[in-house]
């Protein structure tokens, strides 16, 4: 009996960490099918948009080329910087589904290259401060992403709408479970309280149960992202 009683308690146990290990592996496959869904998406509306608009821009080039070359010159400028917009994007989404980038310090290392290579051609003041405690730790895929292109949507917006010459960046932990990205500039606030670039960094920020806030005075505007870390 002692025999049969200890075979059913090991059947028991077997059973229980094979179905637990099923419900791992289902819960695993559906967080990676979220994430390729969401990365299809993310593809389809940054690429799509952009090689709508060159098309367009193709279109008029032609039938501009024989009448004005400095139109045309102006068309194939813009098609060049959609093209790069587009490798950017590319290049940014595959950056974020690397395992070896899962640390907020690589995370941090690309932001800081970003903010030089936009804002010191424009003679914009950067100043960057990541905290260590904080480089330590790990992002998912989803959240790495979602932070790394708000990041870069504000900083496109302060090149080329703010009219700064100062922008201070911090990025530091808050609390056992919270982070915070803190973007100041003293430009001109242009009174946009909606619109597609807003619309797009407060969605990413929901996303990863987050939350944008946006502050500005005659001193300059100040974007604050408060992050859940996961």
Do not use: C
């Not at 800081?112 to 992002?139: G, V, W, Y």
């Amino acid at each position: 009996m002692l025999l049969i009683g200890f075979a059913l308690l090991l059947l028991l146990v077997i059973t229980f960490f094979n179905r637990y290990k099923l419900k791992r592996k289902l819960e695993q496959q559906t967080e990676l099918l979220n994430i390729r869904n969401n990365i299809s998406k993310d593809l389809h509306d940054e690429i799509g948009s952009t090689l709508t608009s060159i098309n367009i821009l193709s279109m008029v080039s032609q039938q501009a080329i024989d009448k004005d070359t400095a139109e045309v010159k102006i068309m194939l400028q813009k098609i060049s910087s959609q093209s790069k917009t587009i490798q950017q994007s590319i290049s940014d989404i595959v950056w974020s589904i690397q395992p070896y980038n899962e640390k907020i310090e690589n995370l941090a290392i690309r932001m800081r290259e970003f903010a030089t290579q936009t804002l010191e051609p424009l003679h914009i003041s950067l100043s960057f401060d990541a905290d260590q405690e904080l480089e330590k730790l790990s992002l998912t895929i989803e959240y790495r992403k979602e932070i790394l292109l708000i990041y870069k949507e504000a900083l496109t917006n302060i090149s080329k709408h703010a009219g700064a010459d100062t922008v201070n960046i911090n990025f530091y932990k808050t609390g056992k479970d919270t982070a915070q990205l803190t973007i100041t500039d003293n430009g001109t606030w242009k009174g946009e309280t909606s619109g597609t670039g807003l619309r797009s960094m407060s969605e990413r920020a929901l996303a990863i149960q987050s939350e944008l806030i946006i502050n500005n005075n005659q001193k300059g505007t100040q974007l604050q992202l408060i992050i859940n870390l996961p």
